[in-house]
């Protein structure tokens, strides 16, 4: 569905993307993931005949992203990035709007019910909440029935309420076998939607895969995190050698394999050992963009 | 281009620009409060004073039965010029803009029983508005005397009568150029704030995804502000008559001025735009080519009142153009001026709108 070669976009000394490669197969949810800044918007740009690359290669559909654009636009959708539509239109006007500018569209009505808007037809999308907007991107995007859809951040700024509403309706996209490219900054999004993740920073590719692929490749296993553990517990587990720290007041276990869980429980039996409590952490994507480039994804905080 | 698209986006402009109350009221009831607070301070100076500068060469009792019978006519106050002056040079000195001169063999040509023709001479600067009346004035004048001289007294009263009617009055110089005025506000305010808006909003972006072309959209917002102004046109003019009882014409020039105006203002709004990218600048830079046109442009007040630098700055404004145009086309029934005024707007509108085509684009880069 959607090939990249190689592409390169420079702006002047910058090289916004730096020689990506990708490949995207019909009906999967295709996330890139990045922290602000890492050139995920400017590469989708380019696939959704935006931006001009400077270099490489991209076939959108099997259509030359340069000399076929009108074929591309045709069969795509998009919710761009801050996605806005006109304010004093009410969600329905908005959406014949833009199904009006295409030869072949869905009725409105019937994305209406797709997102869930049933009871906001009639409403100015001026007086739409955040989450209530982009679930009206995501049914713009929808309007000429795309085989392939692009979400450039579809949840940014979104509270986590809206945000997995927005979830919801992207699963739905994906239940009707729409290939879909998401770019996100938000670790748990692209695990919870995503068939397959690309991870961006500084405009390349540093990581791909599955969610589980890109962890188990990347990941170090689980921690045994001994909330408030005391000094009795860390002398336990420091005398079994195994691979621990301990780091604000918690005394973090790093477990290698299954028996390893079963050796730390035992440990802290022990009558002179106390803590709060005990909670196993995978490793996440978060983790992974952390090990890979020494950075954090940025506003996950937010969530 | 597509029409469907261009339909498309005017149905949607119409709908959203009438549910915003402050675009029906700088739109429609704006030009009509100036008209009424313009009308208000200005009524008590009566009518507008359109001084003729005469240099009587002749002296004679024909040149003064002439005069006499300008005078007469209400539409112009004669301000003698003494006989020794160099004309040429006291023109000059003082700006003048409408000076007759009466031959110093006037009277003995008029007493010749038409052997010789006693030929005034009439020293008009036609980019003035008022030049319209005084040529009409004079002209009349001399149709009188021909008339008389011939025998023709029917047609002599009813010359007459329609002369001494003719007086303009402040609202009759002012109303024009308000519609002016307010074609340029609407359009060019109205095109740089959508760009301006769209553009921060990430619509254009959004836009840019489907099949509609930048022209097609340009196309559109030119149509949509054109139907603008024509309502400004009518409700100022609807006003004009019902409440001031003005008499203005609606004829072809002023409705090709309109056009023409709206076409060039619009793709004023769009070049300031695009080569201004940041809303709040590109806001103030609007203001900053709005605002003196609005006041160097002989909107409020005669050009002829202003110092000649200042003159000489309007005659680059396009639109002192547009006003002068719709004031001869639709008060002072000049079409020659009115032709001549709108052949300037037109040339004007042609190159704005071709830049605004080439800059138009959905792309920022």
């Known amino acids: 569905m959607i090939e990249v070669r190689d592409l390169v976009k420079t702006y002047g000394e910058l090289r916004a993307v730096n020689g990506i490669d990708l490949d995207v197969r019909a009906g999967e949810v295709y996330s890139i993931l990045g922290p602000n800044g890492a050139g995920k918007t400017t590469s989708v740009e380019i696939m959704e005949c935006l931006r001009i690359k400077t270099s490489g290669e991209v076939r959108i559909l099997g259509f030359d992203i340069e000399k076929e654009q009108k074929e591309i636009r045709k069969r795509i959708g998009v919710l761009p990035q801050s996605f806005n539509a006109f304010d004093y239109l009410t969600v329905k006007e908005n959406i014949d709007y833009f199904g009006a500018l295409f030869d072949e569209r869905i009725p409105s009505n019937e994305l209406i019910d797709a997102v869930q808007l049933q009871d906001k037809r009639n409403v100015w999308f001026k007086n739409l909440s955040g989450g209530l907007k982009q679930r009206v991107g995501v049914a713009i995007s929808m309007v000429n029935d795309p085989e392939v859809v692009f979400l450039d951040e579809p949840t940014t700024g979104l509270d986590p309420k809206a945000r997995r509403e927005v979830w919801e309706v992207i699963r739905g996209l994906k239940s009707q076998n729409k290939t879909i490219i998401l770019t996100t900054h938000y670790m748990e999004e692209a695990e919870v939607l995503s068939d397959h993740v690309a991870i961006m920073d500084d405009g390349k590719f540093i990581a791909m895969g599955t969610p589980r692929e890109i962890i188990d490749r990347y990941g170090s296993g689980s921690t045994s995190v001994v909330k408030a553990a005391n000094d009795a517990a860390v002398n336990v587990v420091k005398a079994s050698g195994m691979d621990h720290e301990v780091k604000d007041g918690d005394l973090l276990v790093k477990l290698e394999d299954n028996k390893s869980l079963t050796r730390l429980v035992g440990m802290l039996s022990s009558p002179d050992v106390a803590y709060n409590e005990m909670l196993i952490k995978g490793t996440t994507l978060e983790d992974v963009f952390l090990k890979l480039t020494g950075k954090k994804l940025a506003s996950e905080v937010e969530q | ?365």
């Open chain 2, 1 to 365: 281009m597509r029409l469907r698209h261009v339909l498309v986006d005017l149905k949607g402009q119409s709908k959203a620009f009438f549910r915003i109350k402050s675009n029906i009221f700088w739109t429609l009831a704006f030009p009509l409060f100036l008209i009424l607070v313009f009308g208000a301070i200005f009524s008590a100076m009566g009518s507008e004073d359109i001084k003729l500068y005469v240099q009587d060469l002749d002296g004679e009792a024909g040149a003064d039965m002439f005069l006499e019978n300008i005078t007469i006519t209400g539409a112009v106050t004669v301000e003698m010029v003494d006989a020794t002056v160099d004309i040429d040079q006291y023109i000059k000195d003082n700006s003048r803009t409408n000076v007759l001169i009466i031959p110093a063999n006037f009277t003995e040509a008029l007493m010749s029983n038409g052997t010789e023709v006693a030929t005034v001479q009439l020293r008009l600067d036609e980019t003035v508005s008022t030049s319209s009346v005084v040529r009409n004035v004079v002209g009349s004048v001399i149709n009188h005397f021909n008339l008389g001289m011939s025998g023709g007294q029917e047609y002599l009263a009813m010359d007459v009568g329609g002369i001494v009617n003719e007086r303009f009055s402040f609202l009759d110089f002012f109303v024009p150029g308000v519609i002016g005025l307010t074609v340029m506000t609407t359009c060019v305010f109205g095109v740089q704030a959508t760009v301006s808006r769209f553009r921060a909003a990430g619509i254009f972006r959004k836009l840019a995804t489907t099949p509609m072309t930048p022209f097609e959209w340009l196309v559109s917002r030119m149509i949509w502000f054109l139907f603008i102004s024509f309502l400004t046109l009518a409700v100022v003019m609807v006003f004009g008559i019902l409440v001031f009882g003005m008499s203005m014409t609606l004829n072809l020039p002023s409705l090709l001025m309109v056009i023409a105006a709206s076409a060039m203002f619009s793709a004023l709004g769009m070049i300031i735009a695009r080569f201004v990218k940041n809303e709040e600048t590109a806001n103030m830079a609007s203001n900053a080519i709005i605002f003196p046109m609005m006041f160097l442009s002989g909107t409020f007040f005669q050009l002829e009142m202003m110092p000649d630098y200042m003159q000489d700055i309007a005659s680059v404004l396009p639109l002192t153009y547009v006003s002068q145009g719709l004031r001869d086309a639709m008060v002072y029934g000049n079409l020659e001026g009115a032709y001549t005024n709108l052949m300037v707007v037109a040339v004007i509108a042609v190159i704005f709108v071709a830049v605004a085509v080439l800059v138009t684009k959905w792309e920022e880069e």
